[in-house]
């Protein structure tokens, strides 16, 4: 067996970042940006009001009260076209362009205005309230930075800097396929002994969280002839799993099936609970992971090494998935070889630190246990037993969309 870090690594090493493509900006939330974006325009464009008030000159305003004549009305939009004297003023509005001659601004609840004369109540400084031209971005420098998902607040940006299309890395495309005579999909009818599907599914709106299509193959038969069946399909994509046969009984048959038909194993076996049964490799040059059929280990694997994989392809940091400092809630016993992955809850702790607490069973075919669970707590192999208390790291699901 190897760490689960070897494995990542080995998964990694000759995965390509995808092509891009262009989508627009309404589309583009979510995607990865695959080249910086530079704004078109300078914002803003010109020194603007930053409040509904007057435009005037500062030492006119020195001494208050003071009256002034008003000798214009500019709307946001509707530049003045003259200039402001001494004595003068001109009414503005938020986001109003600064009239020639103006160097601040006095807020409308500081003024008092009858006919075309204000009276200024409160002194105002020279470029009070005013925005200076490019005080948000200028125009060339570099408004989004790749590779990066796009936020809607990177949405908001792209649009100020004037850009209706941006380019994004083409979405990995994840053919996903379940094995076993036992399984059926959601809703057709059970026979005896058998059990709902629920790998695939879970697997696709992890690969959708990570930014990836997921193309879900269905369910193969524990026959040779059944999984030969799919193989054609499976090369229609930038990275295959499997779920289910990884393992060693008779009816796995991942390996001996798909070996003769261009399966290339690079390892078999990872030192960690859940998913130990993991086959990684690929399969006619199309990157291959074999997960093992437990939902659990399924899902666990694909925080571990799907998540990091999609990075990878997309042009992200690919590195291992972010943990959080956590303090016990109960006590562990010493682990063995495998590095474990505890499902557990959290609750706010008194001092900031959150409180994981491990689910007291750990069988890696309860779903519901993962479903209730917010984060992993990482055991090292041969970590020595822990009491309640002690700090651990965490990987916080939430945090990963998933």
């Known amino acids: 067996m190897i760490s689960v870090e070897e494995a990542r690594a080995r998964i990694l090493k000759d995965l390509a970042t995808l092509p891009d493509e262009w989508v627009s900006l309404s589309d583009a939330a979510g995607r990865v940006l ?16 930053a409040m509904d008030g007057y435009g005037v000159r500062a030492a006119d305003c020195a001494t208050v009260p003071a009256s002034l004549r008003v000798v214009g009305n500019a709307p946001a939009g509707h530049p003045f076209a003259g200039r402001v004297g001494p004595g003068e003023a001109v009414r503005l509005f938020t986001g109003s362009v600064i009239p020639d001659g103006a160097d601040a601004v006095v807020i409308q609840e500081d003024t008092e205005r009858v006919g075309d004369r204000v009276t200024i109540r409160e002194a105002s400084a020279v470029g009070r309230h005013i925005r200076k031209r490019g005080l948000d971005f200028a125009e060339g420098e570099v408004a989004l930075a790749a590779p990066r998902r796009l936020s809607a607040r990177d949405i908001g940006f792209a649009a100020a800097a004037n850009h209706p299309w941006l ?7 994840v053919a996903l396929l379940a094995t076993g005579d036992e399984i059926v ?11 709902v599907s629920s790998n695939t599914h879970a697997l696709a709106a992890l690969v959708r969280a990570a930014g990836g299509e997921a193309v879900n193959l269905g369910i193969a038969a524990d026959t040779p002839e059944a999984l030969a069946g799919f193989a054609a399909g499976l090369q229609q994509a930038d990275l295959i799993v499997t779920t289910g046969g ?6 796995d048959l991942i390996q001996q099936v798909l070996e003769p038909l261009g399966l290339a194993v690079d390892f078999w076996k990872v030192a960690m609970r859940p998913g130990k049964p993991l086959i990684a490799g690929s399969f006619r040059g199309t990157p291959m992971l074999g997960l093992p059929g437990n939902p659990v280990s399924a899902m666990v694997c694909g925080v571990l090494f799907i998540m990091p994989a999609l990075a ?6 690919d590195t291992a998935p972010p943990t959080i400092r956590v303090r016990l809630g109960v006590p562990l016993k010493a682990n063995d ?32 246990r993962l479903a209730r669970a917010d984060c992993l707590v990482l055991r090292a192999p041969h970590a020595p037993p822990a009491a309640a208390g002690e700090m651990a790291e965490a990987v916080p699901l939430a945090a990963l969309g998933i």
Request: glycine content about 8%.
């Open 337 to 368: 070889v495998r590095a474990d992955h505890l499902r557990a809850t959290l609750a706010p702790g008194p001092d900031g630190v959150p409180e994981a607490t491990p689910f007291p069973v750990q069988d890696s075919s309860m779903m519901s």
């Open 167 to 173: 380019p994004v890395r083409r979405r990995p495309r």
């Open 34 to 49: 695959a080249a910086d974006v530079r704004a078109r325009l300078t914002q803003p464009p010109a020194d603007v009001s």
């Open 246 to 251: 990884a393992s060693v009984g008779e009816h």
């Open 185 to 195: 999909m959601p809703g057709e009818p059970l026979a005896p002994g058998g059990i």
């Open 312 to 317: 990878r392809l997309l042009g992200l940091a």
